[in-house]
C-alpha cells in the first residue's frame, strides 16, 4: 500500500489493522512494514522503467488514515526478497510511479 509520512509518500505492506480507544476517542491503527528501494536495481530496471522494493526490517505502527491506496506487488524472480511494483493496474497508479521515477535516483 502507499503510505502519506511527514517523508513523502512511502510504500509499505500491511500486516494488521486495529483501533485504538482514548476516553471517547477511537483511533483507527495499523501495524505496517516498510518498503524501500532495493539497492540492487539492475539497468532493465531502470530501461523498463520499474520500480524494485526490498522490505525493511523494522515494523512501525501508523495512524490508518496516513494510508492512501493499496498497491500491488510483484516478486522479482531473479532476487529473493525483491518486489516489482505493479503499476499497470490504473492509471493512478501509473501516474505514481512514474512521478516517483522521475523524483527518485534509483
Same mark, same amino acid.
Given at each position: 500500500? !502507499?503510505? @502519506?509520512?511527514?517523508?513523502?509518500? +512511502? &510504500? %509499505?505492506?500491511?500486516?494488521?489493522? &486495529?483501533?485504538?480507544?482514548?476516553?471517547?476517542?477511537? *483511533? #483507527?491503527?495499523?501495524?505496517?512494514? /516498510? !518498503?524501500? #528501494? =532495493? %539497492?540492487?536495481?539492475?539497468?532493465? $530496471?531502470? $530501461?523498463?522503467?520499474?520500480?524494485?522494493?526490498?522490505? +525493511?526490517?523494522?515494523?512501525?505502527?501508523?495512524?490508518?488514515?496516513?494510508?492512501?491506496?493499496? %498497491?500491488?506487488? +510483484? #516478486?522479482? /524472480?531473479?532476487? @529473493?526478497? $525483491? *518486489?516489482?511494483? &505493479? $503499476?499497470?493496474?490504473?492509471?493512478?497508479?501509473?501516474?505514481?510511479?512514474?512521478?516517483?521515477? =522521475? =523524483?527518485?535516483?534509483?
Amino acid at each position: 500500500m !502507499l503510505i @502519506n509520512t511527514a517523508q513523502g509518500v +512511502l &510504500f %509499505a505492506q500491511l500486516i494488521f489493522v &486495529f483501533s485504538v480507544q482514548f476516553l471517547e476517542t477511537i *483511533y #483507527p491503527m495499523a501495524l505496517i512494514q /516498510g !518498503l524501500t #528501494p =532495493s %539497492a540492487t536495481q539492475r539497468q532493465k $530496471d531502470k $530501461d523498463l522503467r520499474f520500480l524494485r522494493l526490498k522490505k +525493511l526490517k523494522k515494523t512501525e505502527f501508523i495512524f490508518a488514515r496516513s494510508i492512501i491506496r493499496g %498497491a500491488v506487488l +510483484l #516478486p522479482a /524472480g531473479d532476487t @529473493n526478497g $525483491d *518486489y516489482i511494483v &505493479f $503499476d499497470l493496474l490504473d492509471c493512478d497508479m501509473c501516474m505514481r510511479i512514474q512521478e516517483i521515477l =522521475s =523524483s527518485v535516483e534509483v
